[in-house]
């Protein structure tokens, strides 16, 4: 018996690749795509779902690259006392266990309404695998959300960390550092996060504080080769940021201060190398924090206002560089809750100078690479994540942000959403 078919028709397909839209029917077949039938006219067998997509965007669903899904504050669920260094008493009420994959399987669907299908988590909040559980809920269709690479809590390499009864002595050297790799990926987690510098919001210049030695760094990616897990971190100044690159480190996150020699580096790492510069709080942080605490003085103070300078700098030269820097911006606070992710992609073209063409393609096609999944790319055999928008987002990014204009989210050929006004036929 064969699989019911569903024809997106007439509508101007964007396919990720960074190409200009063009005129398409898209057949999908189970959960993968079948065809991409530039100029249409893809005869209707019976039995098949038919949508009308005339004057409408045909787009791949998109990635959120730097993904928090365990912190608490979403649209419509905003909790101010996770909002360091300004207010942390969300740590003197943490949720259970359960309570926490709660708010993470909310923030999971918050997400997917949004049109992101899938997820490359940037660290969890706290050392439970609240991830690993809700990867594994998707996958088996128990939970709605993103599919997921499931990323560890933050190791900062102090000798004291937080650990599920409290603070915990944590031993530092190159052997400790495999033996927290060792431990994340036998939980089940697809990588491992590490703080290789530290961050001006903890203390004044925390981001020029290198946490790591070389011989750690090198140990850490050692580690997670033999042990089968991707490497990511936070590193915002150049000896933490040529040290993940030298050691296999697969996304770095923020980058802010990048020198010339780790930019070269960087150039010469792109083809195996990911950037995330969050650059969606930091936006929050100097121009939106105010309700929350966070005044102009304040996000000076936290290094905000700095790290926004120094990321419209370099990031147009990565760009021109070919590196791959995805969006993704660190959602999950009172002032840039978890709902809001598309605004990173209005970011990139403002800030950054990308085309709206780009910014989409980071967000598709450069997220399928960072997760190593076959999506973000409208091509026979890539699954069926597929959205279709009212309005054109290959000339502004910003109808992106509005979830009206998400007239149908299909994820994995099931339709999360199809809008009344997007007709729909069998033939």
Not at 36 to 65: F, I, K, L, N, Y
Not at 308 to 333: C, H, I, W
């Amino acid at each position: 018996m064969s699989t019911q078919r569903v024809l997106f028709v007439n509508g101007a397909v964007f396919d990720g690749s960074g190409e200009p839209a063009f005129i398409a029917d898209v057949v999908v077949e189970g959960d993968t795509i079948q065809a991409v039938v530039a100029g249409g006219g893809v005869a209707a067998q019976p039995g098949d779902r038919v949508v009308d997509c005339a004057g409408r965007t045909v787009m791949p669903g998109m990635v959120e690259s730097h993904c928090h899904l365990t912190f608490p504050s979403a649209v419509g669920h905003i909790d101010p006392t996770f909002n360091p260094p300004l207010d942390v008493s969300f740590f003197h009420h943490m949720p259970t266990p359960d309570e926490h994959l709660e708010i993470a399987e909310r923030n999971a669907r918050i997400l997917l309404d949004q049109g992101f299908t899938s997820a490359y988590s940037a660290g969890s909040l706290t050392p439970v695998p609240t991830e690993v559980i809700l990867r594994d809920r998707i996958k088996a269709g128990a939970a709605v959300g993103p599919r997921m690479r499931a990323a560890s809590f933050e190791r900062d390499n102090n000798p004291v960390r937080m650990g599920p009864d409290g603070p915990q002595e944590q031993r530092t050297g190159p052997d400790a550092v495999r033996e927290f790799i060792r431990e994340q990926a036998a939980l089940g987690f697809d990588s491992v996060k590490l703080l290789m510098s530290n961050d001006d919001v903890f203390f004044a210049g925390g981001s020029m504080v290198t946490q790591y030695s070389a011989e750690e760094a090198r140990a850490a990616g050692e580690q997670a080769r033999e042990s089968g897990v991707w490497l990511n971190c936070h590193a915002q100044n150049p000896e933490s940021i040529k040290s993940a690159v030298t050691s296999g480190f697969r996304s770095i996150y923020h980058c802010s201060y990048a020198d010339a020699e780790a930019v070269d580096l960087l150039e010469e790492a792109k083809d195996s190398i990911f950037l995330s510069p969050a650059v969606g709080i930091m936006w929050a942080n100097v121009h939106e924090g105010e309700e929350f605490g966070i005044d102009p003085a304040t996000a000076e103070k936290m290094g905000s206002v700095k790290s926004l300078d120094a990321m419209a700098r370099l990031y147009p030269e990565l760009r021109k560089r070919g590196l791959r820097v995805l969006p993704g911006g660190d959602y999950g606070f009172p002032n840039n809750p978890i709902g809001r992710n598309a605004r990173d992609l209005e970011l990139f073209v403002k800030l950054f100078g990308y085309t709206p063409l780009e910014a989409l393609k980071a967000a598709t096609f450069y997220g399928g690479q960072v997760l190593d999944m076959p999506v973000g790319h409208l091509v026979p055999g890539h699954l069926a994540d597929v959205l279709v928008v009212d309005g054109d987002p290959t000339q502004d990014v910003t109808v992106l942000q509005d979830a009206d204009n998400l007239l149908a989210i299909m994820q994995g050929g099931r339709f999360h959403k199809r809008a009344d006004q997007l007709a729909l036929s069998v033939a």
